[in-house]
């Protein structure tokens, strides 16, 4: 199954911005890069997701450069409501042949007072 | 919309003992997940599906099995429990997008297995 690293943990204050990257060597040629949220004793949601270049919603921004090897979640301005777990998703190959979200150790968010 | 509906949300087993943690979803989602989540850990793939009468192993199957008999129910399987099932289990589902990669994934809000 593919393979995502992020860093274990962040620590940040109430509102600055917060820049989390992945790095995600292995991407496959037509795989898209999800990110997703995860508070504590809750299934992960959805956040964003991208092919190439800066996608942008309601919540966040996604930067992804040329080689797709890597990818930034940014969440401007957080707020204490934005602790959680962030999971980086690509997709790998399973030995049945199908392509599967597989989940890295994710990078755990604490925003300060 | 109720989306993807797990029970029980909690249970204690002893070792040895089986059990099925039941998952159901109402979106007409073809692919279906089971996850599970150590403390501490991201989440693990047990076994998937793609449709109904299709299942195939993720990483880490041992000790589990599933079925898939309609597009709505992925019932998981625990065989004989041991302690290290003891684990948080998520059920999700996502659509089929027409290409080779589904759709964003939606869960349930898991089961909390302690294997005694």
Known sequence: LAKTTQPISMDSYEGQEVNITCSHNNIATNDYITWYQQFPSQGPRFIIQGYKTKVTNEVASLFIPADRKSSTLSLPRVSLSDTAVYYCLVHGPTSGGSYIPTFGRGTSLIVHP | ?116
Request: net charge neutral; charged share 15%; hydrophobic share 30%.
């Open chain 2, 1 to 116: 919309n109720a989306g993807v509906t797990q029970t029980p949300k909690f249970r204690i087993l002893k070792i040895g003992q089986s059990m099925t943690l039941q998952c159901t979803q109402d979106m007409n989602h073809n692919y279906m997940y089971w996850y599970r989540q150590d403390p501490g850990m991201g989440l693990k793939l047990i076994y998937y599906s793609v449709g109904a009468g299709i299942t195939d192993k993720g990483e880490v199957p041992n000790g589990y099995n599933v079925s898939r008999s309609t597009t709505e129910d992925f019932p998981l399987r625990l065989e004989l429990a041991a302690p290290s099932q003891t684990s948080v289990y998520f059920c999700a589902s996502s659509s089929d997008t027409g290409t080779s990669l589904p759709g964003e994934l939606f869960f349930g809000e898991g089961s909390r297995l302690t294997v005694l």
